[in-house]
């Protein structure tokens, strides 16, 4: 039986009498987590990749990750849309379980969960239009006018407009990027995860992506999850930061915290040090 849980994770104990309770604060209810992980592990062949890792992300909320390369940063996003399944724990999208759910179920959990993947992976022999329609179709909508009016107004918020009709190859990266973004919100997804958005752009393209990102959380009130190594955009587009380390998260908090942070580890990455890193830990 499913022991229910508080916000932060605790189980609900049944007491004697409900009147000796202390009122519940009343945001109780607004405050859940829309993205919540507990005790998450797994075990790729024989290496032990996450080691528990717990996080939250509230509702509306841009969360940042940071760690080093082959941490676990993509493995963790890709078991938030249910690609990879956990060796252990739990994994809860807007309050529910996505642990054991069958392809049908997790669909609807899918939907509201949209992924801009490291390096973008746009159909080549397809439009900017066509890729972006692509995963309307994949849901199954043929409505042409419907679905034209969409990548419209997707590409209208990636400042893409008029571009619909040019092929991957002959646009820039940072466009490429943007049409990627694109694809991600046109199922209006009410959470987008992005895996190194500004990887191999310049600092100007990069300054927009994060712009972009800003703006889908102020105009659609969406909840991000932003893995990247530019320390420029920790601080331009966090709200909280979570540094991943040897598998679990080694650092949880605002980006104040993060600078204000006494712990040496985090000031040499955040300052792109490597004192102590190959002894500690080595390539993986
Ligand atoms: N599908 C997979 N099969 C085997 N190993 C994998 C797979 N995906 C990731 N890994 C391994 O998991 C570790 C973490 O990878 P990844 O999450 O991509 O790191 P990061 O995104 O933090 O750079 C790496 O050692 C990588 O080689
Ligand atoms: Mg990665």
């Known amino acids: 039986m499913e022991i229910p849980r508080t916000m932060t994770g605790a189980p609900v104990l049944e007491t004697p009498s409900a009147s000796q309770q202390p009122p519940l604060p009343a945001a109780s209810a607004a405050a859940a987590p829309m993205i919540a992980v507990r005790g998450l592990t797994k075990i790729i062949g024989n290496q032990e990749i996450l080691r528990g890792v717990d996080l939250e992300v509230a509702a509306g909320e841009t969360l940042v990750i940071i760690g080093r390369s082959g941490g676990g940063k993509s493995v963790l996003l890709k078991h938030l849309i249910g690609l990879l399944l956990p060796t252990g724990g739990d994994i809860r999208i807007d309050g529910q379980s996505i642990l054991g759910l069958s392809e049908r179920r997790l669909a609807p959990i ?45 590409l209208e918020v990636v400042e893409l407009a008029g571009h619909g009709h040019k092929l991957p190859d002959s646009i820039s990266g940072g466009m490429r990027k943007r049409v990627a973004l694109a694809r991600a919100i046109i199922t209006r997804p009410r959470c987008i995860l992005y895996d190194e958005p500004t990887a191999g752009l310049d600092p100007v393209v990069t300054d927009s992506i ?13 909840t991000s ?38 712990d040496p ?16 830990e080595g390539e993986n």
């Open 225 to 262: 999850v932003v893995v990247t190594h530019d320390m420029k955009s920790v601080f331009d587009v966090a709200d909280k930061v979570a540094y991943l380390r040897q598998g679990r998260v080694h650092f949880h908090g605002t980006t104040d915290e993060l600078r204000a942070s006494a």
């Open 265 to 280: 580890d985090i000031h040499d990455f955040i300052a792109g040090r490597s004192s102590g890193i190959v002894a500690d």
């Open 110 to 154: 899918r939907k509201k969960v949209g992924i801009l993947f490291q390096g973008g992976a746009l159909f080549d022999s397809m439009t900017v239009e066509q890729n972006v329609a692509f995963p309307l179709r994949e849901a199954g909508e043929r409505d042409v006018k419907k679905i034209r009016a969409q990548v419209a107004e997707a």
């Open 210 to 222: 994060d712009r972009l990102i800003r703006r889908l959380q102020k105009r659609f009130g969406v």
